[in-house]
DNA sequence: GCCATTTTTTAGACTTGTCTAAAATTATTT
DNA sequence: AAATAATTTTAGACAAGTCTAAAAAATGGC
């Protein structure tokens, strides 16, 4: 059973390595984790012999399926917790983080699996990053309104509900098409509108607006 | 702020430290926390420097009024997480145990907070055992029925709702009487019918019974 | 293709919390 | 009150995870 140190490490890893093996370099993990290169050395080796990441002196480093699975469900854990923080205990979505960092840790399956059957099955977290299954895979994110989006979370215009001429024109004149990546900035409690942040440049947008965009979290 | 080992034996020495200053030993320190007893020395300096225990060599041990305070606390945040784990997350009261070790050491006075609201308040756990407030005070158990009472708990008799004559000659007739030491064994779950253990004998009890006779949690 | 720079690794040290074995202290027995 | 037993402390060692400083390897410029 991995430490709670090499789940972090694994946990970094996994965030960085998106693209092909041995594609995570040692200063990378380093600056994520907030430590220093040679710490980082040292723990990849001790992960390596674990047989949890493919390590190669020098060259990077990436996981391999057991540390892919394990690092999939401490994120797991951690946004099922996120999610138990913001809608049982009243913790707004930018106060649970550390604490779900403490709390993704917490050694239990059963604990687990209740929780899930708890929040009943949440497939994103608060800050719409999606959450991992049992077996450790990433649902496909799918469509949802714009106006559901939370502060702080990225996604990309998939469609619109009502594609009224007037509508489109309006998308039109503001920059946004399908694909055009959006960034919910704030999202404000009075009226629920949106300030977007659109290729550098920034938007207000109505309630209204936002529910007429579909769009997929990044 | 205290790390996850002192924290335990500051539990520890809490739980042993009822009677008076230095009563506790180091020996009785080193096996409630299955350490030798070396180790426990080395903790108890450690602790003493920090003013959380007051430590004479050879002597014994007991905490500072600080070392109290972070105790309860410990205890208040093992037992509001023995509480939900029972109440919202389907475990059973023999299950919990391991899992709060876990969960009374995450940080977050937030989230401690939180939780007392969400769980309405509570002011025992599962086990019967009371819940200290944020002061730390462990409020003095009061009368409720026996029929409340979970197996695994011990209580002591402190009266009886009806007190017809039949009732008391059951009782007498049962060697129960005010103050009489009762532990619960089992809880049928298809009548409610408890086994008790009362001074080294056992007895079955109806529902009805049960709720005739009030105790309090030792 | 060589030199300078950056990245990465090694070597050695430190902290926390643990252990074993031996020494010191206290308690018990006769 | 001395000897034996039990408890407690000290001394020294170890593992995990971190650090600094120096060495090794890779990268980039010209």
Redesign the pocket.
């Given at each position: 059973m991995p430490?709670?140190?090499?789940e972090?490490?694994l946990k970094a890893i996994y965030h960085l390595g998106k693209q092909g093996c041995l594609s995570v370099?040692?200063?990378?993990v380093?600056k994520k984790?907030?430590?220093?290169?040679?710490?980082?050395?040292?723990?990849?080796?001790?992960l390596a012999e674990k047989e949890l990441v493919n390590?190669?002196?020098?060259?990077?480093v990436c996981l391999t399926d057991e540390g892919k699975r394990t690092a999939s469900n401490i994120i797991r854990k951690h946004r099922l917790w996120e999610s138990f923080l913001v809608e049982k205990l009243n913790f707004s979505w930018n106060e649970v983080h550390d604490v779900a960092e403490q709390l993704e840790h917490i050694k239990s399956q059963k604990l687990i699996n209740e929780l899930d059957v708890f929040l009943n099955f949440p497939t994103h977290d608060p800050h719409g990053d999606p959450i991992p299954d049992k077996e450790g895979n990433v649902q496909k994110s799918q469509k949802i309104f714009l106006s559901q989006i939370n502060p702080g979370v990225s996604c990309s215009c998939a469609g619109v509900k009502d594609s009224a001429d007037n509508f489109l024109q309006y998308l039109d004149k503001n920059n946004i098409a399908l694909g055009t990546n959006i960034q919910v900035i704030v999202k404000e409690p009075f009226d629920e509108s949106l300030i977007l942040k659109i290729n550098h440049s920034t938007l207000t947008i109505s309630k209204e607006i936002a529910n007429n965009i579909y769009v997929k979290i990044n």
């Amino acid at each position: 059973m991995p430490s709670q140190a090499e789940e972090n490490y694994l946990k970094a890893i996994y965030h960085l390595g998106k693209q092909g093996c041995l594609s995570v370099n040692t200063n990378a993990v380093a600056k994520k984790m907030n430590t220093k290169a040679s710490s980082v050395t040292d723990m990849l080796k001790k992960l390596a012999e674990k047989e949890l990441v493919n390590y190669i002196k020098y060259q990077g480093v990436c996981l391999t399926d057991e540390g892919k699975r394990t690092a999939s469900n401490i994120i797991r854990k951690h946004r099922l917790w996120e999610s138990f923080l913001v809608e049982k205990l009243n913790f707004s979505w930018n106060e649970v983080h550390d604490v779900a960092e403490q709390l993704e840790h917490i050694k239990s399956q059963k604990l687990i699996n209740e929780l899930d059957v708890f929040l009943n099955f949440p497939t994103h977290d608060p800050h719409g990053d999606p959450i991992p299954d049992k077996e450790g895979n990433v649902q496909k994110s799918q469509k949802i309104f714009l106006s559901q989006i939370n502060p702080g979370v990225s996604c990309s215009c998939a469609g619109v509900k009502d594609s009224a001429d007037n509508f489109l024109q309006y998308l039109d004149k503001n920059n946004i098409a399908l694909g055009t990546n959006i960034q919910v900035i704030v999202k404000e409690p009075f009226d629920e509108s949106l300030i977007l942040k659109i290729n550098h440049s920034t938007l207000t947008i109505s309630k209204e607006i936002a529910n007429n965009i579909y769009v997929k979290i990044n």
